[in-house]
């Protein structure tokens, strides 16, 4: 059963992961102040240039993964993303007790996409994706 929903389930897959990560990145580039504003409040160095990364691999990747071009690439490059992201921008760790547990529900939600996006880079974008009509070339 489950060989007959490969191909929707990969579709499925990717369209809702860039579903998280396509919003967020057209956000940061609308309200890239603000973005800048965000970063710079965690201590980064160079925040405008990371804001635009960020907006960068969000979209790109998002558009990747909707097309299944460069599926892997792409999965493997936003999982990077998402990790370090997250030890920045969720430190529940580092916070009092009482603000600790929005955080660390966001920090391990991004670890849980990670892995989602981790599978995705092992198995590829499936049949019904720009990857798989060019390698059939």
Known sequence: MFNSLQ?????????????LFLPAGIGKLTGFAGTVGYISSVGLPMPTVA??????????????????????????????????????????????ADKQMMQQLMFFKNVGVVGGLLALAAFGAGAWSVDARRSSR
């Open 51 to 96: 804001a635009a990364i960020a907006a960068a691999v969000e979209v790109l990747g998002s558009l990747a993964l909707i097309f299944g071009f460069g599926t892997r690439f792409a999965a493997l490059a936003l999982a990077f993303f998402t990790l370090v992201a997250s030890f920045f921008f969720h430190a529940y760790w580092a916070l009092p």
């Open 7 to 19: 191909n929707p389930l990969a579709l499925a897959s990717r369209l809702l992961l860039a579903a």
